[in-house]
């Protein structure tokens, strides 16, 4: 494998094989390759060298370490926790950003899950145009815990899953492992951990057998097809999310959280 040349990067790596299958890896393990602003900067950057690269045909979506995507940053989080309403929403355009970036990359986007994923590793699955997953990996939409809500991610969530299955999981904050979310329609293969590689292979493979310009045209085409994200949707999700760090309850849960004690409404 060889990097894509020109790129130097501190939270991730884009390697390419001689086929063309680029794998995009998150490169935070020792963080559990939660989203730092560097990380999400980086991951939109990635996206746009991904999707000019000629030669690449098509992107594994993959992480280092035993966690595929622990959400936030606690730093960013702490950052956010004494930041203006002008500040919080120039940070959940920079995550939008990336997320949009991911979504409309003209080249299929494959995840690879083998671990846990909470927060915006959900955003991350979500905006893959497919994603495998490990037997036992847990996954979850753990804001509401926080007194928070899965806002810039939600669009993607809701398309990925439609509306009815998304409520099974968007507000409660539980935990669902990969076989549930095969059935929600985030995950679209379950396999053992060990079959895992083979089982990303299996939905490469057909993308190098077709023509790269027809993929991003209907790749493109599909997306219009759908729920629309655009910028008056996104915009909306920055709103909500900044309102939502102005009440009472974010200030108190993630207080709680960093005190490491309970929350007032947790029973």
């Known amino acids: 494998m060889r990097a894509i040349e020109g790129t130097r990067y501190e939270t991730i790596r884009i390697e390419t094989d001689a086929r063309g299958v680029a794998a995009l890896t998150l490169a935070r393990a020792e963080k559990r390759n939660a989203m730092s602003a560097r990380m999400l900067g980086e991951l939109t950057q990635a996206a746009a060298a991904l999707g000019a690269a000629p030669e690449v045909r098509a992107v594994v979506l993959r992480a280092d370490g035993g966690v595929f995507c622990a959400g936030g940053d606690l730093g960013w989080m702490q950052e956010q926790m004494h930041a203006g309403p002008a500040e919080r929403a120039a940070g959940a355009r920079v995550l939008a950003g990336m997320l949009s970036a991911l979504n409309e990359l003209p080249k299929p986007l494959i995840g690879r899950v083998h671990g846990n994923a909470f927060g915006g590793g959900i955003g991350l699955i979500s905006v893959c145009d497919v994603a495998v997953a490990a037997e036992g990996v847990k996954l979850g939409l753990t804001e509401t815990r926080l007194g928070l809500i899965p806002a810039t991610i939600g669009p993607y969530v809701v398309a990925r899953m439609g509306e009815a ?38 939905e490469v493979a057909p993308y190098l057998q077709v023509a790269p310009g027809a993929v991003a045209e209907a790749k493109a085409l599909v997306r219009r097809l759908g729920p629309p994200i655009d910028e008056t949707v996104i915009e909306d999700t920055v709103r909500a999310l900044v309102t939502r760090w102005e009440s009472d309850e974010a200030r108190e849960g993630i207080a709680a959280f960093f005190n490491k004690r309970p929350a007032p409404w947790a029973g």
Not at 169 to 192: C, N, Q, T, W
């Open 165 to 202: 299955m998304a409520r099974r999981v968007f507000m409660s904050a539980r935990l669902f492992d990969a076989a549930e979310a095969e059935r929600l329609g985030l995950i679209a293969h379950v396999v053992p951990a060990e079959a895992l590689d083979v089982a990303v292979e299996a």
